[in-house]
């Protein structure tokens, strides 16, 4: 038996940060979610799996446009044409309503659209079968954990798999793994973006996403090709993005001058073509108090330098999200703003009815407030005194060439 397992495609959600004028990356950011459908329909048809497993929140918003649910039929069409099937569930984004859909799910769909484990048999082609269990969303948030609903193996099917969206976290069908009938051959988890096996035996995963959105989104891997066979499991991720987030921490050397500086980071930020249609690079330097005053200056400048730079020489196929810096010998924090800033605050907080309200939580605890008491003037020596904390402890924007 082999099926392809992946969850979370987030169809509908657009890409954030990435707000280039070229016109092939506005293009790119239009067609990459549903080119990535169509690669994953793409590699069920190479693979001949039997069936695609879709783990929850296939569309980002509960309502999905008319345009991406006909979309996501045609793919599905494609794989009926091929006598592949398609288990779907409903996540916590797309959870299930009725009336939702404007078009019939093509037939070789199995929907599971109920709150509650369900088990579904599917007969393969050469003759085995398999018990496929789970269950869908149908508001928002599910607080309990469903693993104790979930049956024992089915010893009628040849095989049994189980799927679960959601995480240890209150409002997502709270569960560990080890909660799992560990009997079954597979268990198919979504609702993790981050793609990660966390057992072998059996073989429990969460694909991730095959396509991230945003920054944080810099860990997956694709979608997991499974094949059992006759008890063993073997499992292989296929990269299926077009945009891949990736960070990269760049040291920066003490000596450089003003020069020498752009350069090297030019250099340092270069990735090479990775097959990628778009790379989205998050870039942390790790530079010295001097070197990093010098760019907090003209941030915004250098960034844009950077961008075009990397544009030109990745042929519009790199794009410099951000620049962060991090200190490197001391334990300063550098921070994007002047010490007005901190000025400005404190003279806001140095209002006594502004300071009030700030540690008016405090005062609500009986305990505390029998302790807690401020003159006027003791307020302005605490703000004052933390300021300098503040200041102490940072490097700011207009402190250069310290
Ligand atoms: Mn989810």
């Known amino acids: 038996m082999k099926f392809i397992h992946t969850a979370d495609l987030h169809i509908d959600q657009p890409f954030s940060g990435i707000d280039s004028d070229k016109t092939d990356i506005q293009t790119l950011l239009k067609t990459s979610n549903q080119d990535v459908l169509s690669e994953i329909v793409d590699r069920c048809l190479e693979e001949k799996v039997d069936f695609l497993l879709i783990v929850g929140d296939t569309f980002h918003q509960a309502q999905s446009s008319i345009h991406t649910q006909k979309a996501i039929m045609t793919q599905f069409e494609r794989l009926e044409q091929a006598e592949i099937k398609v288990v779907l569930s409903f996540g916590n984004h797309d959870y299930y309503t009725k009336n939702r859909y404007w078009f019939e799910w ?116 694709g979608v997991l090709l499974v094949e059992i066979k006759q008890g063993s499991v073997n499992h292989q991720w296929l990269d299926v993005s077009n945009i891949k987030w990736h960070k990269k921490e760049v040291s920066i050397l003490e000596t450089l001058d003003k020069k020498d500086l752009l350069v090297a980071l ?24 001097e070197n990093a005053s010098l760019l907090l200056k003209e941030k915004e400048e250098v960034m844009m330098y950077l961008q075009d730079q990397l544009l030109r020489q990745s042929g519009n196929k790199l794009w410099l999200k951000d620049l962060g810096l991090n200190q490197s010998t001391s334990d300063k924090l550098i921070m994007g703003f002047e010490t007005t800033l901190i000025d400005d605050l404190g003279r806001k907080y140095k209002a006594e009815d502004y300071f009030e309200k700030t540690v008016g939580d405090l005062m609500l605890q009986g305990t505390i407030a029998k302790y807690l008491s401020w003159e006027q003037e003791d307020m302005a020596d605490l703000v004052n005194e933390s300021s300098q904390l503040i200041k102490d402890k940072m490097i700011f924007k207009n402190e250069a060439d310290q």
């Open 266 to 289: 030019e250099k340092e930020l270069f990735t090479p073509a990775n097959g990628f249609l778009l790379t989205v690079l998050e870039a942390r330097l790790i530079t010295t108090a």
């Open 106 to 221: 093509p037939d070789n769909v199995i929907l599971f659209k109920k709150e509650e484990v369900q088990t579904k048999t599917i007969q393969l082609k050469n003759g085995e079968s398999v018990s496929i269990s789970g269950f869908s969303y149908e508001n928002q948030w599910i607080n309990q954990s469903m693993a104790p609903f979930y049956p024992k193996r089915n010893f009628e099917t040849t095989y049994h798999i189980g799927f679960y969206h959601g995480d240890n976290s209150k409002n997502y069908a709270p569960f560990t793994p080890s909660e799992l009938p560990a009997s079954y051959d597979y268990w198919a988890l979504g609702h993790i973006h981050k793609s990660e096996i966390l057992s072998t035996n059996p073989v429990v995963a969460y694909s991730g996403t095959p396509q991230g959105h945003t920054k944080k989104e810099n860990q997956t891997k």
